[in-house]
């Protein structure tokens, strides 16, 4: 784990309110694994206060990339940064997907924001693997497919794709799935995951999950991150040093 101060390089509005923040950053871009992420400092002043955490999405030579939408006031002043910005980060953290191995096709599992963590993941899978990605949202607009291979998309008002969530779509298309060795990746909202490790668990699928939650350290020293383990009720993991990826197996959401 590092601590460095690095430099913004570009900013990119993808959609309304969802942003592709470039960083400089050698050090980070040269070590962090897909589905770690890192911990920052929005603002060099002391407010706010606390690091925010971001999945890694994308890295390029130096450089590597964090996609977020705007909820409160961190992720506001991460909106109004510009080219040359300094950052204080904290990172690689946690651990990332583990998506090497013996499976022909990796299904993605997207909701709204949870899409952040795959482009980066996808360029690294192996090319002898087929990809599939699900990717839903409430609506079009929280249907983000940036950096996604083979989509199929979902939206709970029908306004793009199948209507229903996108775990009812995965359900749909299970003989799909059910034709090959899979491997489901999931990253969204708390609800949707825990959906997914249903589905999963049921139909026997390998399925690894990216959570989420408020966090503060980043890296196991506050223990403000516990999720229950499902293979010790005495015990609670920490998302941040833990997970963030965990088997689906191993959790209780
Ligand atoms: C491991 C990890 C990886 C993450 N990766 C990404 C990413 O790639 N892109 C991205 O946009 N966000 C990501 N997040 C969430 C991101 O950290 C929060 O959106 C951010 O901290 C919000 O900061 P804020 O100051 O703008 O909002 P705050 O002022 O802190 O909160 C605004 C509102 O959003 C809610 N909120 C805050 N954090 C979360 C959260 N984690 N989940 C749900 N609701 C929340 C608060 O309860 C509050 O209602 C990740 C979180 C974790 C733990
Ligand atoms: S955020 Fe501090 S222990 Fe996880």
């Known amino acids: 784990m590092l601590i460095v101060d690095a430099n913004v390089e570009k900013i990119i509005e993808l959609e309304n309110q969802i942003y592709l923040l470039k960083i400089h950053s050698p050090e980070i871009a040269g070590s962090i694994k897909p589905g770690q992420f890192v911990n920052l400092r929005v603002s060099l002043s002391n407010y706010p206060l606390l690091r925010r955490p971001f999945s890694v999405c994308d890295v390029e030579g130096e450089f590597f990339y964090i996609m977020f939408n705007v909820l409160g006031e961190g992720t506001q002043t991460l909106s109004l940064k510009h080219q040359g910005d300094e950052l204080d980060i904290l990172g690689p953290l946690g651990h990332g997907f583990n998506f090497e191995g013996d499976y022909e096709t990796a299904v993605i599992v997207a909701g709204g924001l949870g899409s952040a963590p795959f482009p980066y993941m996808i360029r690294k899978i192996n090319k002898s693997k087929k990809i599939l990605s699900f990717v839903g949202g409430r609506t079009f607009r929280e249907v983000i497919t940036y950096g996604m291979n083979n989509i199929l998309t979902a939206t709970d008002d029908g306004s793009l794709g199948f209507k229903g969530n996108v775990v009812q779509l995965l359900d749909e298309n299970i003989e799909l799935l059910k034709k090959g060795k899979v491997k489901i990746f999931g990253c969204g909202p708390n609800a949707m995951l825990r959906t997914l490790s249903q589905f999963s668990i049921k139909n026997n699928f390998e399925c690894e999950?990216?959570?989420?939650?408020?966090?503060?350290?980043?890296?196991?020293?506050c223990q403000g991150c516990p999720?229950?383990?499902?293979?010790?009720?005495?015990?609670?993991?920490?998302?941040c040093k833990d997970g963030p990826v965990f088997n689906v197996k191993d959790i209780i959401l």
């Open 209 to 221: 999950i990216s959570t989420e939650c408020a966090m503060a350290c980043g890296f196991g020293i």
């Open 227 to 239: 999720v229950e383990s499902s293979t010790d009720d005495t015990k609670y993991l920490l998302v």
